[in-house]
């Protein structure tokens, strides 16, 4: 096993200097004129033929790519230490720049959007511009459905210091939160967010329930502040689908998701009339912690030998490890990332919470970032943000705007490589107590998706609708989130998780409004892969990657349709994706019959 891997990232190799760094900033100002001649061409040039758009088309594709690369740095920087107050700044810069290429791409859509279908289709002939006709038809539809260039440009202009301000909030109000530590070593000590959310987890029942009434407690403080912040975002968005002529909060993520909305009802149809068998291990889980409910912090707390705590070295060891069993290339590139200092896992004060991956495309690199406790937690997370790596380290070669998949592809990618690794290990493992643990954490998954990420789901949708009729309290929004919780988990918990609107970053983010549902498909689809995978061995990984390369160039109907055989707008695929949780569950309760 190698030894030593690195628990901080390397962020140098792009920017050096971190948040002082001279070399951004000259990124920036190159940008800078890029965007300003893109914009002088489409100001200038009364008739563009094929030839201007193709070239113009190549200049905006340059532009994704520094921009890409340059707002994942600040997220970086920002993720890493909250308070860093420099990175706040350059943070604010490329917000600032990408609302301005926002405006400039508006425009160049409105010219794509000016011309008549036969004009149009035969510039798609045109050899630059075939190979993103996808990209461009798609952006041609879209910009007909948007108000006039100059408004939406404006509109962009304004969100910098007014919608994406108050989303950004959220970064500042974490990094205000303090909790107290709740652990029974009697030393006193502070932690953040992040810290504090792995004792949310933790083995001991006791330590569990502390520090969920710690995390209740701080949010709670935090709640007049989060209100606001969530109404502000809220009404902006509404305000805008309004002038836009749009009657649905769900157009928006439903056309970012490149999805129709009979897939998604498909989806939860699918789940909804499937929860009988997660109630079922809900319900023995609770006989087993020695309740007669679970509260919210049980519903994570680990089961069987998944209690021992994991090193980071030995994780990454076997993370790589299952990889290889589906392909060499997937484990080599993960290697890869944990040794050239690709993952900051380190569990230190005023890092954010939470995990993500973020691509660095003009260096073909990405970063991971997570906070590393050595839970089974833990060692999914791992593998769900090097599996967002890998893919985009097979699109790396491909057209910016060819690379621009959506979130729950993206999500399917993740969750692929999660299971990789949970139905490797459950194989494998030869003590029950281990087998236990093992499975226990991978049903985790499906009471997460289905049943957590449904609560989110339904929160959100209620949430605008009350919005759409004034602001909402802080009183009002915990009992929205409330009901939702309960309904989503069929009356199976006992406390629940009031303030979870509060803490939870998903729903402050404003480059993609409902961060939900596109998991909860990532994860079914994902399963509906896999199982193809095992079916077909070893010559399944090349049609993966195949799969991989093409999410950014179909929607999910055609990508289901192209590579899987499958109508994903029906309840059939769906409900097999689904059925694959009673297999486990019913495993979990044979297990733990006495």
């Not at 990532?522 to 999410?551: N, P, Q």
Request: glycine letters at 6%; hydrophobic letters at 40%.
């Amino acid at each position: 096993m190698n030894k030593g891997y690195p628990q901080s990232w390397d962020l140098e190799v792009f920017y050096e200097g971190g948040s002082s760094s001279a070399a951004f900033l000259q990124e920036l100002k190159g940008m800078d004129e890029d965007i300003e001649k893109l914009d002088a061409a489409l100001l200038t040039e009364a008739s563009i033929g094929a030839s201007g758009i193709a070239t113009m088309t190549e200049l905006l594709q340059s532009i994704i790519i520094r921009l890409r690369e340059t707002e994942s740095f600040v997220s970086c920087l920002l993720a890493q230490n909250m308070r860093d107050t420099a990175a706040n700044s350059q943070s604010d810069r490329v917000k600032t720049l990408a609302a301005k290429f926002l405006g400039v791409l508006t425009r160049f859509d409105n010219v794509l959007r000016g011309l008549d279908d036969s004009e149009w289709e035969k510039l798609l002939t045109h050899p630059q511009l075939a190979e993103v006709a996808f990209s461009l038809t798609e952006r041609r539809e879209l910009a007909k459905q948007k108000m006039a260039p100059e408004l939406e440009a404006l509109a962009g202009d304004l969100a910098v210091d007014g919608y994406h301000g108050w989303g950004d909030y959220y970064n500042v109000i974490v990094s205000r939160a303090k909790f107290n530590d709740v652990g029974k070593g009697g030393e006193k000590k502070v932690l953040s967010a992040g810290q504090m959310h792995n004792r949310l987890s933790d083995g001991d029942r006791d330590v569990r329930k502390a520090a969920f009434t710690e995390w209740e407690r701080e949010w709670a403080e935090q709640a007049d502040l989060c209100a606001e912040t969530l109404n502000r975002i809220s009404g902006f968005r509404l305000k805008l689908y309004d002038k836009r002529g749009w009657d649905s909060v769900l157009q928006e993520p439903l056309q970012m998701n490149r999805m129709s909305e009979a897939t998604l009802q498909a989806m939860w149809s699918a789940i909804q009339e499937s929860k009988q068998v997660l109630v079922r291990y809900l319900d023995r889980k609770a006989k087993l912690l020695g309740v007669e409910k679970l509260d919210w912090h049980d519903v994570e707390a680990p089961i069987g030998a998944a209690t021992k705590t994991i090193p980071y070295d030995e994780a990454a060891a076997f993370i790589i490890e299952q990889f290889r069993t589906f392909s060499p290339d997937l484990a080599e590139f993960s290697e890869l990332a944990f040794k050239d200092g690709w993952i900051e896992a380190e569990d230190r004060p005023g890092k954010r919470p939470g995990g993500f991956c973020t691509a660095f495309p003009k260096s073909g690199q990405t970063r991971v970032f997570m906070t590393y406790s050595g839970t089974a937690s833990n060692i999914s997370t791992l593998a769900h943000e090097l599996g967002h790596a890998y893919h985009q380290h097979v699109m790396n070669d491909l057209p910016a705007l060819s690379q621009e998949y959506a979130m729950n592809v993206a999500e399917t990618a993740s969750t692929f490589a999660e299971l990789i690794v949970s139905d490797q290990a459950l194989k494998t493992a030869t003590e029950d107590e281990e087998k236990l643990g093992l499975l226990e954490d991978k049903i985790q998954r499906s009471v997460a998706f289905f049943m957590n990420i449904h609560a989110r789901f339904l929160f959100e949708t209620r949430f605008y609708a009350r919005r759409s009729e004034g602001l909402v309290s802080v009183e009002e929004l915990n009992s929205l989130m409330e009901d939702a919780q309960r309904e989503a988990y069929c009356d199976t918990l006992g406390e629940v998780h009031p303030h979870f609107w509060a803490s939870k970053l998903h729903f402050y983010l404003t480059d993609v409004p409902f961060y939900n549902f596109p998991y909860t498909f990532g994860y079914l689809f994902s399963a509906g892969i896999y199982a193809r995978a095992l079916k077909e061995g070893s010559d399944f990984k090349d049609k993966y990657v195949a799969l991989l390369r093409d999410t950014g160039r179909m929607t999910v109907e055609q990508l289901a349709k192209e590579h899987l055989g499958v109508n994903v707008e029906e309840m059939d695929f769906w409900r097999e994706a689904v059925a694959l949780t009673a297999v486990d569950v019913d495993q979990f309760i044979e297990m733990t019959n006495e």
